[in-house]
C-alpha cells in the first residue's frame, strides 16, 4: 500500500492555491515551514473565528493524484497545489486510511512522518476556484446516503524532516480497530 510523493506546495499567505516546490520542510507538531497554516493552534481562517486555541489538527493537507484524473474526466482540470494541498501523492487511497495511520516519506527508518487525523471538509472556495466543483469532491454515497468528501486529508507532523517530488511513502496502520476518517 505504499506510494509515492508527485509535489509538494506551500504558500506563505492565505490564497486558496498554493505554489509548487521543489522541497518543503516539515516540522514536528507544526506544519510545513513557512506555511500560513502551520501552527499548534487552528490556522484556517473559519476555525480561527470559531475558537483560536483549538489545536491544528490540519497541519499538512494531502490530496491523492488520482483525483486529479477522475476529475478531468468529468470536465474539470486540476493540478497539484491548486486545491490548497501541501503533498501530492499517487498510489496510496488516502480517503480509505483509518484515523492515526501514519504515512512516512523517504527512507523507512527516518524521514519526516505524518498522521492522519481526518478528512478536509471542502468550503465554497472550491467553487470559486472552478464552478461546480465542489459537488464533485463533495456528494453523496448512492446507497447509504452518508456523505463523501474527496478533497483528501489532513494530518498532524509527528517527525519532522524533508519531504519532495519522488519521495516514497510509507503506510502504517494503527493498531485494531481501526477508526474510520471523519472531518475535522
Known amino acids: 500500500m505504499d506510494g509515492v510523493v508527485?509535489?509538494?506546495?506551500?504558500n506563505g499567505t492565505?490564497?486558496?492555491?498554493?505554489?509548487?516546490?521543489e522541497r518543503v520542510t516539515l516540522l514536528a507538531g507544526l506544519g510545513v515551514e513557512?506555511?500560513?497554516?502551520?501552527?499548534?493552534?487552528v490556522r484556517h481562517r473559519s476555525r480561527?473565528?470559531?475558537?483560536?486555541?483549538?489545536?491544528?489538527?490540519?497541519?499538512?493537507?494531502?490530496?491523492?493524484?488520482?483525483l486529479f484524473t477522475e476529475l478531468a474526466g468529468q470536465g474539470h482540470q486540476v493540478r497539484p497545489g491548486e486545491l490548497g494541498e501541501n503533498i501530492t501523492t499517487r498510489g496510496i487511497d488516502l480517503l480509505a486510511l483509518p484515523t492515526g495511520t501514519l504515512l512516512r516519506f523517504g527512507?523507512?527508518?527516518?524521514?519526516a512522518v505524518v498522521e492522519i487525523t481526518g478528512l478536509r471538509n471542502p468550503c465554497r472556495q472550491?467553487?470559486?476556484?472552478?464552478?461546480?466543483?465542489?459537488k464533485r469532491v463533495v456528494g453523496r454515497?448512492?446507497?447509504?446516503g452518508e456523505i463523501v468528501r474527496k478533497a483528501g486529508?489532513?494530518?498532524?507532523?509527528?517527525?519532522?524532516?524533508?519531504?519532495g517530488p519522488g519521495d516514497a511513502v510509507h503506510v502504517e496502520l494503527p493498531a485494531h480497530p481501526h477508526r474510520p476518517l471523519e472531518r475535522v
Open 6 to 10: 508527485t509535489a509538494v506546495s506551500s
Open 14 to 21: 492565505y490564497s486558496f492555491t498554493k505554489p509548487n516546490r
Open 34 to 41: 513557512g506555511d500560513v497554516h502551520a501552527g499548534v493552534t
Open 48 to 66: 480561527v473565528a470559531q475558537d483560536p486555541t483549538q489545536p491544528n489538527l490540519r497541519q499538512v493537507h494531502l490530496i491523492h493524484e488520482e
Open 107 to 111: 527512507d523507512v527508518d527516518g524521514g
Open 126 to 134: 472550491i467553487d470559486d476556484f472552478q464552478d461546480g466543483l465542489l
Open 141 to 144: 454515497d448512492p446507497d447509504s
Open 153 to 163: 486529508v489532513m494530518s498532524v507532523v509527528r517527525e519532522g524532516g524533508t519531504v
